[in-house]
T-cell receptor, first 118, second 112 residues
Framework: DARVTQTPRHKVTEMGQEVTMRCQPI?????VFWYRQTMMQGLELLAY????????DSGMPKDRFSAEMPDATLATLKIQPSEPRDSAVYFC????????????????FGPGTRLLVL | GQQVMQIPQYQHVQEGEDFTTYCNSS?????IQWYKQRPGGHPVFLIQ?????EVKKQKRLTFQFGEAKKNSSLHITATQTTDVGTYFC????????????FGTGTQLKVEL
């Protein structure tokens, strides 16, 4: 049963510290998404990768957030320095878009990283 | 930018009552998906609608895609406690790749 995995599941840190969240997409999937979920803003898309290339990170605060895919099995989201307003659940999702096709395809979400910045 | 709104924001029902959530997009969609998120969980894919006017059923759940492809609805017949959670619609634009814009969600609570 293939699943998206995320680590850590929970993180409590102090303001100003660096936070790194990791995601392992489902093997063979070629799209990876990072979302942030809060009560106030709902589910917000932060970044979107296809075949490891960043396609859209317009939803991500550029001054402190960065997202990368060092290889096809690992996606990372970093916050440096972290702030209390970054407290949220961060979800990674992956999907498969066949070559030459467009359009929304099913996204498979990981369990999320619950981040609390004090 | 594209916006996807859902109403109601919250719905509290007695077990056995029906439930409907409505999804409205500011722009015409290529397709729409529905996800369910249980409390403390993550969004899980339910269904995708692609065609104008399409209706799909999954047991007690009925999904519709509007003729103009700008709105959608999810109807649950005879709710059960297992239906508790937040229901999100998510739309994609033609040429938008695999990017989805999630709706604001409708939180459903079911009482015995």
């Amino acid at each position: 049963d293939a699943r998206v995995t995320q680590t850590p599941r929970h993180k409590v840190t102090e303001m100003g510290q660096e936070v790194t969240m990791r995601c392992q997409p489902i093997l063979g999937h070629n799209t990876v998404f990072w979302y942030r979920q809060t009560m106030m803003q709902g589910l917000e898309l932060l970044a979107y990768f296809r075949n490891r290339a960043p396609l859209d990170d317009s939803g991500m605060p550029k001054d402190r957030f960065s997202a990368e895919m060092p290889d096809a099995t690992l996606a990372t989201l970093k916050i440096q320095p972290s702030e209390p307003r970054d407290s949220a659940v961060y979800f990674c999702a992956s999907g498969l878009v066949p070559l030459g096709q467009q359009g929304g395809k099913t996204q498979y979400f990981g369990p999320g990283t619950r981040l609390l910045v004090l | 930018g594209q916006q996807v709104m859902q109403i109601p924001q919250y719905q509290h029902v007695q077990e056995g009552e029906d439930f409907t959530t409505y999804c409205n997009s500011s722009t015409t969609l290529s397709n729409i998906q529905w996800y369910k998120q249980r409390p403390g969980g993550h969004p899980v894919f339910l269904i995708q609608l692609v065609k104008s006017g399409e209706v799909k059923k999954q047991k007690r759940l009925t999904f519709q895609f509007g003729e103009a492809k700008k709105n959608s609805s999810l109807h649950i017949t005879a709710t059960q406690t297992t239906d508790v959670g937040t229901y999100f619609c998510a739309g994609s634009l033609a040429g938008g790749g695999n990017k989805l814009t999630f709706g604001t969600g409708t939180q459903l609570k079911v009482e015995l």
